[in-house]
Each structure stands twice: as structure tokens, then as C-alpha cells.
């Protein structure tokens, strides 16, 4: 047990952040860490406030203020929190990435070079290295998604700001797939087919894109810097490309299908075909440095 988790140490101490970030995200998203700064550090302003507020506090102190911020209604809506706790990810996935192609770069100059030898340059070692990295980064993301959402599901008690029932549906991602019918009639389900795509398998596409520029970059540098400038470059590329082909640009930015709740009228094949190109670019990757190995 003490190996596995040694082994495994970067992705537990990823998932650990994560999930703590997204939770951290979602409170202040709910001005939670706002209101408790005012009452603690700014009590004067926080008094003229609270004489002014259609809905005062009038508890006597600072744990009765706190079930009072916790009572907050907007903690409690599973749609707006499972969209926006989320939010940041669309910025931070690219350093994920750029971590994983460290993480497969020292292994790759360590013990992997020397394994790789002694079992006669088999190529598909390596491959098989980089896949369960790959498994591992995007379970351990997806994860730390499932636990913020199985929390937002047993609070939530089935409270939507937006009633799937009644009201416009917040998302076209994906329903041009199933229909407008299986978001009102399986809005959880929905949330969590969609949460896998951009949870487990972008950041298994991604990962293996990282990791594949250490066959062919031996300067760490390079390695870290390059999932970074594609995400960012291309985010940067969709915009100015927004005067040629107009709104078909988001297509080209890697966190539209992250952000998708932005977006109207979304073509869901062809969003997560483009998000797979990085996969079918490390595959090329793999079969061009396979073959060098063969020939030498």
C-alpha cells in the first residue's frame, strides 16, 4: 500500500489541490470568504451595511453570522455552481499538462531510458507509460469533479436557478446530440456526461499530447513550455481569426469546450472532434519515433 502511494504521490497531492481549489472557488464564486472578511475586518462599514439590508443579521455573534452566510441560497443551486466552481479550469488546465510532461520527462531520463534498453527498445513501453500517465492525470481531475458534484448533489436537494423543467435550458453542449428532452428530463445525468468529456477525456487527449514532445525534445524547457503556448496560443489565434470566419473561431479555442455554457447553438461533434486533434498529434508523434527506433 505504502508503494502505491508513493508511486502515485504527484496525482494524489493533485487531487488533493484540485478539489480543494474548487471548493475554495465555489465559496468565493458565493462571496462567502467576501462577507466573513467584512465582519472580521471591516466590522464599521459592515454594520452600515447590514442597517441598510432588505435582510439584516441580527444574530448576537460571529457563528451565528456564519450559518447566516451559509445560508446563503446561492450555495444550494446545483446548475449555476457545478458550471461556475468550475470556471478557472478553462485558464489552469494548460499547467496540468505542463506537469505531467515534467513528470514524464524525468521518468523518461531516469529509469525508463535504462528499462527501455534492457527489454530491447521496445517502443510500446514507453507508449504504455504515457497512456497510464495520461489515465491517471485525467482520473484523478475527473474525480476531484465527481466529489464537488456528489456534494452539490446531496445539498442541492434538487434546486436549479434555472428549473429544467420549466425554464430556457443554460447549456447547447452536447444537445444537438440528445435533444433538449434529455437535459429536462436528466439534468444530473446530463451534467455528468458532460463532466466526463471535459474532465476525463480532454485532459487524457492533453496529457498524452504533453508528454509526447519528450520523444523529441531532450530541453525540459521546451517540454514544459509547449502544452502551454498550443492551449494559449490558439486561444489567441481563435480571436484574431474572429474577423475571417466569425463566430466558427471558438472551434479553435482549446477552452470552449470547458467554458461551453457560454456558447449557443454549439456543433458538439465537431467541438470535441477538434479538442482530439492533440491525441491524433501525439499518436503521429509515436509512430514517427517508433519507426526511427526501428531503423536504428
Same mark, same amino acid.
Given at each position: 500500500?505504502?508503494?502505491?502511494?508513493?508511486? @502515485?504521490? $504527484?496525482?494524489?497531492i493533485?487531487?488533493i489541490?484540485? =478539489? /480543494?481549489?474548487? #471548493?475554495?472557488? %465555489? +465559496?468565493?464564486?458565493?462571496?462567502?470568504?467576501?462577507?466573513?472578511?467584512?465582519?472580521?475586518?471591516h466590522?464599521?462599514?459592515?454594520?452600515?451595511a447590514?442597517?441598510l439590508?432588505?435582510?439584516?443579521f441580527t444574530?448576537?455573534?460571529?457563528?451565528?453570522?456564519?450559518i447566516?452566510?451559509?445560508?446563503?441560497?446561492g450555495l444550494?443551486?446545483?446548475?449555476?455552481?457545478?458550471?461556475f466552481a468550475f470556471?478557472m479550469?478553462?485558464?489552469?488546465?494548460?499547467?496540468?499538462?505542463?506537469?505531467?510532461?515534467?513528470?514524464?520527462?524525468?521518468q523518461?531520463?531516469?529509469?525508463?531510458?535504462?528499462?527501455?534498453?534492457?527489454?530491447?527498445?521496445?517502443?510500446?513501453?514507453l507508449?504504455?507509460?504515457?497512456?497510464? @500517465?495520461? $489515465?491517471?492525470?485525467?482520473?484523478?481531475?475527473?474525480? =476531484? /469533479?465527481l466529489? #464537488?458534484y456528489? %456534494? +452539490?448533489?446531496?445539498?442541492?436537494?434538487?434546486?436549479?436557478?434555472?428549473?429544467?423543467h420549466?425554464?430556457?435550458?443554460?447549456?447547447s453542449?452536447?444537445?444537438?446530440?440528445?435533444?433538449?428532452?434529455?437535459?429536462?428530463?436528466?439534468?444530473?445525468?446530463?451534467?455528468?456526461?458532460?463532466?466526463?468529456?471535459?474532465?476525463?477525456?480532454?485532459?487524457?487527449?492533453?496529457?498524452?499530447f504533453?508528454?509526447?514532445?519528450?520523444?523529441?525534445?531532450?530541453?525540459?524547457?521546451?517540454?514544459?513550455?509547449?502544452?502551454?503556448?498550443?492551449?494559449?496560443?490558439l486561444?489567441?489565434?481563435?480571436?484574431?481569426?474572429?474577423?475571417?470566419?466569425?463566430?466558427n473561431?471558438?472551434?479553435?479555442?482549446?477552452?470552449?469546450?470547458?467554458?461551453?455554457?457560454?456558447?449557443?447553438?454549439?456543433?458538439?461533434v465537431?467541438?470535441i472532434?477538434?479538442n482530439?486533434i492533440?491525441?491524433?498529434i501525439a499518436?503521429?508523434?509515436?509512430?514517427?519515433?517508433?519507426?526511427?527506433?526501428?531503423?536504428?
Amino acid at each position: 500500500m505504502k508503494q502505491i502511494l508513493n508511486r @502515485n504521490k $504527484l496525482f494524489i497531492i493533485l487531487f488533493i489541490c484540485i =478539489s /480543494f481549489f474548487v #471548493f475554495c472557488w %465555489y +465559496l468565493y464564486d458565493n462571496n462567502v470568504f467576501e462577507q466573513i472578511s467584512n465582519y472580521l475586518f471591516h466590522y464599521n462599514d459592515f454594520l452600515k451595511a447590514n442597517i441598510l439590508s432588505d435582510t439584516p443579521f441580527t444574530g448576537s455573534n460571529f457563528f451565528d453570522y456564519l450559518i447566516d452566510v451559509f445560508n446563503n441560497p446561492g450555495l444550494y443551486y446545483f446548475d449555476y455552481n457545478i458550471i461556475f466552481a468550475f470556471q478557472m479550469f478553462q485558464l489552469l488546465m494548460p499547467i496540468f499538462y505542463s506537469i505531467i510532461g515534467y513528470y514524464f520527462y524525468k521518468q523518461y531520463h531516469s529509469y525508463l531510458v535504462l528499462e527501455f534498453y534492457r527489454i530491447q527498445n521496445n517502443f510500446r513501453f514507453l507508449v504504455s507509460k504515457m497512456v497510464i @500517465n495520461s $489515465l491517471k492525470l485525467s482520473v484523478c481531475i475527473f474525480f =476531484s /469533479f465527481l466529489l #464537488f458534484y456528489l %456534494y +452539490l448533489f446531496i445539498i442541492c436537494k434538487g434546486n436549479f436557478v434555472m428549473n429544467p423543467h420549466n425554464d430556457d435550458i443554460p447549456k447547447s453542449f452536447l444537445l444537438d446530440i440528445f435533444s433538449d428532452n434529455f437535459y429536462r428530463n436528466n439534468a444530473y445525468q446530463y451534467y455528468l456526461i458532460e463532466g466526463s468529456i471535459k474532465f476525463l477525456l480532454i485532459p487524457f487527449v492533453f496529457s498524452m499530447f504533453a508528454q509526447s514532445f519528450v520523444l523529441i525534445f531532450s530541453n525540459l524547457k521546451v517540454v514544459v513550455f509547449l502544452p502551454c503556448l498550443y492551449y494559449y496560443g490558439l486561444a489567441v489565434i481563435s480571436f484574431i481569426m474572429y474577423n475571417f470566419i466569425g463566430d466558427n473561431n471558438i472551434y479553435l479555442n482549446p477552452s470552449t469546450i470547458l467554458a461551453n455554457s457560454d456558447y449557443d447553438n454549439l456543433n458538439s461533434v465537431l467541438l470535441i472532434g477538434i479538442n482530439l486533434i492533440p491525441l491524433l498529434i501525439a499518436i503521429i508523434i509515436i509512430k514517427i519515433m517508433d519507426k526511427r527506433v526501428e531503423i536504428s
